[in-house]
């Protein structure tokens, strides 16, 4: 506070606020205390207004209020839309003998079930407490509805050469977040009339590094060094600024230069496949720097990439241990999530008529595989027609029903301040 910063652990900004001329006037934090049907409780509290000349959004990927501001503000034309992947990860402590800090495993394949579909895993040994760090990503332009990314991840850890780092290990965390995959051709305009877009809220994820806090925090920089200069110059033609010299400073930052040369690997991979793109990798990207002079374009969004149900084969995973490879639930308990039961949804749904008509009847419910916490179910009524259930309360916030969701009928509001998982070590 000494230095003029203010934090406000536990309050969610849910609406982002606009002055008379269009420009961002700042964000408000949800009221807290409702209950499920909208009436205030007890413990009713109005949501604060926060105001400033220049806000700055850095939600990380798929941010609610960044996504309401890049549709605003169009930021997307000439742009393609954002792609993403789904990253799930668990943290292990393992045999000392068997413990080796700084030693790093990445993958890619196996156990996809084809060689169109992206992903891999990564392996970090940790460098205290015998921690070891494990996760799988799969890119959420997957065409199976069958896929589960979670069993998925638990297969991998089956394989010969990666069971018995973990044989008399103990699991003490798991979790799971959407990621940027979409790179430079991705990225939206990044600023607007009264704020800007750093970190993964725009997408500067190095994809095959699966890394990009240094990108995160370098482009935050140079919108604070923007900001400054525009608040000093004092000739804004809206009520609040924009600090358009970020735009051009980060486009000619070695940020870019990272992106650009990364650009092509992961719609190589989709494009001519995983030997295809192992190839194209190793020729343009290890020994061109990705220096080549064309752009491949991504196929399209994540949500319009499933095929139907009766086009694709379905997939069998092997039964959870409870040693190695584990159920879904017990896994969400080691997130810590908690949400408020008596407060309105956060999962919204803008028909509730479509996961029955079209993802169940079409998809066969790919809801209730691609969510790596088991909110989405289908279960029959008492005429043994298949209803949808969302089980809000195991929401960990990874966000992939907002992507990966065909007709985008769902809808991730923010939940009451706090609500969440509480991650530890991941």
């Given at each position: 506070?000494?230095?003029?910063?203010?934090?406000?652990?536990?309050?969610?900004?849910?609406e982002?606020?606009?002055?008379?001329?269009g420009?961002?006037?700042?964000?408000?934090?949800?009221?807290?205390?409702?209950?499920?049907d909208?009436?205030?409780?007890d413990?009713f509290?109005r949501?604060?207004?926060?105001r400033?000349?220049?806000t700055?959004?850095?939600?990380?990927?798929?941010?609610?209020?960044a996504k309401?501001?890049?549709?605003?503000?169009?930021?997307?034309d000439?742009?393609?839309?954002?792609?993403?992947?789904?990253?799930?990860?668990?943290?292990?402590?393992?045999?000392p003998?068997?413990?080796?800090?700084?030693?790093?495993e990445h993958?890619v394949?196996w156990?996809?079930p084809?060689?169109h579909t992206?992903?891999?895993?990564?392996?970090y040994?940790l460098?205290?407490?015998?921690?070891?760090?494990?996760?799988f990503?799969i890119?959420?332009?997957?065409?199976?509805?069958?896929l589960h990314?979670?069993?998925?991840?638990?297969?991998?850890?089956?394989?010969?050469?990666?069971?018995?780092?973990?044989?008399?290990g103990?699991?003490i965390?798991?979790?799971?977040?959407?990621?940027?995959e979409g790179?430079?051709q991705?990225?939206?305009?990044?600023?607007f009339?009264?704020?800007?877009l750093?970190?993964?809220?725009?997408?500067f994820?190095?994809?095959p590094?699966i890394?990009?806090?240094?990108?995160?925090?370098?482009?935050?920089?140079?919108?604070?060094?923007?900001?400054?200069?525009?608040i000093?110059?004092?000739d804004s033609?809206?009520?609040?600024?924009e600090?358009?010299a970020?735009?051009?400073?980060l486009k000619?930052?070695w940020?870019?230069?990272?992106?650009?040369?990364?650009?092509n690997i992961?719609?190589a991979?989709h494009?001519?496949?995983?030997?295809?793109?192992?190839?194209?990798?190793?020729?343009?990207?290890?020994?061109?720097?990705?220096?080549?002079?064309?752009t491949?374009?991504?196929?399209?969004?994540?949500n319009?990439?499933?095929?139907p149900?009766s086009?694709?084969?379905?997939?069998?995973?092997?039964?959870?241990d409870?040693?190695l490879?584990f159920?879904?639930?017990?896994s969400?308990?080691l997130?810590?999530?908690n949400?408020e039961g008596?407060?309105p949804a956060h999962l919204t749904?803008?028909?509730?008529g479509?996961p029955?008509?079209?993802?169940?009847?079409t998809?066969?419910?790919?809801?209730g595989?691609?969510?790596?916490?088991?909110v989405?179910?289908?279960?029959?009524n008492?005429?043994?027609?298949?209803n949808?259930?969302?089980?809000a309360?195991n929401?960990?916030h990874c966000k992939t029903c907002?992507?990966?969701?065909?007709?985008q009928?769902?809808?991730?509001v923010?939940p009451?301040?706090?609500?969440?998982?509480?991650y530890?070590?991941m």
């Amino acid at each position: 506070e000494e230095l003029g910063v203010e934090i406000y652990p536990g309050f969610a900004a849910s609406e982002v606020l606009y002055n008379d001329d269009g420009s961002v006037a700042g964000v408000a934090t949800n009221d807290v205390g409702v209950a499920k049907d909208g009436s205030p409780k007890d413990s009713f509290e109005r949501g604060m207004e926060f105001r400033a000349k220049c806000t700055v959004f850095s939600e990380g990927c798929r941010g609610h209020l960044a996504k309401g501001v890049m549709k605003n503000f169009n930021l997307n034309d000439g742009k393609q839309d954002q792609i993403y992947g789904i990253g799930i990860k668990e943290l292990w402590q393992v045999d000392p003998s068997k413990h080796h800090p700084g030693r790093i495993e990445h993958t890619v394949g196996w156990p996809l079930p084809d060689i169109h579909t992206y992903g891999g895993s990564f392996l970090y040994h940790l460098a205290e407490d015998n921690l070891v760090a494990l996760g799988f990503v799969i890119g959420l332009d997957y065409t199976n509805p069958y896929l589960h990314p979670f069993k998925t991840f638990q297969q991998f850890k089956t394989h010969p050469s990666v069971a018995p780092l973990f044989e008399g290990g103990t699991r003490i965390g798991y979790g799971a977040r959407a990621l940027n995959e979409g790179g430079v051709q991705c990225i939206p305009k990044l600023t607007f009339p009264g704020g800007c877009l750093v970190g993964c809220s725009p997408g500067f994820m190095n994809v095959p590094k699966i890394k990009g806090t240094h990108n995160a925090m370098k482009s935050a920089m140079l919108a604070a060094e923007a900001i400054w200069d525009k608040i000093e110059a004092g000739d804004s033609q809206t009520e609040g600024i924009e600090p358009a010299a970020y735009e051009a400073t980060l486009k000619n930052s070695w940020v870019y230069d990272e992106l650009h040369a990364v650009r092509n690997i992961k719609p190589a991979f989709h494009k001519f496949g995983l030997y295809g793109g192992l190839m194209y990798t190793g020729l343009f990207y290890i020994v061109g720097r990705g220096k080549e002079p064309w752009t491949f374009k991504h196929e399209g969004t994540d949500n319009q990439s499933l095929k139907p149900a009766s086009e694709s084969k379905e997939i069998e995973y092997p039964k959870p241990d409870g040693k190695l490879t584990f159920d879904l639930l017990s896994s969400v308990a080691l997130t810590g999530t908690n949400h408020e039961g008596d407060q309105p949804a956060h999962l919204t749904l803008l028909n509730d008529g479509v996961p029955e008509a079209v993802n169940y009847a079409t998809y066969a419910g790919p809801e209730g595989r691609f969510c790596p916490a088991g909110v989405y179910e289908y279960q029959p009524n008492d005429a043994g027609e298949m209803n949808l259930v969302i089980n809000a309360q195991n929401c960990i916030h990874c966000k992939t029903c907002d992507i990966k969701d065909y007709s985008q009928n769902i809808n991730w509001v923010c939940p009451e301040g706090g609500g969440g998982p509480a991650y530890d070590g991941m």
